[in-house]
């Protein structure tokens, strides 16, 4: 009967310690592995996630677009990532229209006030485009 005691405690040791190290695993970005898309915070840096700007997110879009030396589509993805339908709305209206030069490719002296629908067109190639387009179709 002891025998059949312990090798239950054992178990139920061993189930609860797998458990446990699931429930705490993360991958590499951070996530749990069993809780989907959720990060484990810990308690003290709850108020430490990043807080939305628009006015941040379309600085860093004009910044990724109006270079001389090319447009960095990798910026532009990096600064959309994780944003929303209504987020990118808000990026969008704050964009306004902003003058662009369709010969040059950037903010130039002789260009025309477009939207930011039409410089992600004419900054990005079709794949980055079409996929902020599925991404966001309501704005784009």
């Not at 996630?49 to 109006?66: G, I, R, T």
């Not at 704050?94 to 410089?119: A, F, I, Q």
């Given at each position: ?57 379309v600085s860093l ?37 902003k003058n662009y ?37 309501l704005y784009l």
């Amino acid at each position: 009967m002891e025998k059949k005691k312990a090798i239950i405690i054992g178990f139920s040791v061993l189930v609860l310690g797998v458990g446990a190290y699931f429930l705490t695993k993360t991958n590499k970005d951070g996530k749990s592995i069993l809780g989907g898309k959720k990060k484990y915070i810990d308690e003290g840096d709850i108020n430490t996630a990043p807080v939305f700007s628009a006015k941040q997110k379309v600085s860093l879009l004009y910044e990724a677009m109006n270079r001389y030396s090319g447009t960095d589509e990798t910026l532009i993805v990096e600064t959309l990532t994780g944003v929303t339908q209504a987020q990118f709305g808000a990026i969008n209206k704050l964009w306004g229209l902003k003058n662009y030069n369709t010969l040059l490719g950037y903010n130039t002296v002789g260009g025309s006030k477009l939207p930011l629908k039409r410089w992600l067109r004419e900054e990005l190639n079709d794949e980055y485009y079409i996929l902020l387009r599925k991404k966001f179709p309501l704005y784009l």
